[in-house]
């Protein structure tokens, strides 16, 4: 079956646009200036000094533990020789490719001691 059988049986057996036909129709540039006029409408200007300051404390109290962590050095242990030190962002890359695991030892600066991968995570 070719893209254009199947896009008029589709068509044909249940009323719907396919994705080809939405495009010949011109419905998705309807669609899409229709989001954008949305999306716009949506927008609305804040002043920089209307914002609480109880108010915005807690996310920028977040956001800053989080480039904390991004930025902390982290120390590894792998067939008994330290490595490192890596970022958040280099440990997350090890245990994708399965060099370290959960129960990797790791030290991050500014711990007195070596805790396994899953405990230092949960701590950040």
């Keep these: 079956m070719t893209p254009q059988e199947f896009d008029a049986l589709v068509s044909a057996s249940s009323g719907f646009y396919t994705q080809n036909q939405m495009v010949q129709s011109g419905v998705n540039s309807q669609m899409t200036q229709q989001a954008l006029q949305n999306i716009q409408a949506m927008q609305t200007p804040v002043a920089v000094g209307n914002v609480p300051q ?39 890359g090890l245990a994708i490719a399965d060099v370290i695991d959960e129960n990797t030892q790791v030290w991050k600066q500014g711990t007195t001691e070596w805790v396994s991968l899953k405990n230092c995570l949960a701590n950040l």
Excluded: C, H
């Design 54 to 92: 109880a108010a915005s404390s807690p996310i920028f109290d977040r956001l800053e533990q989080e480039r904390k962590a991004a930025e902390a050095q982290f120390f590894v242990l792998l067939n008994g020789a330290q490595k490192g030190p890596l970022t958040l962002e280099q440990l997350k």
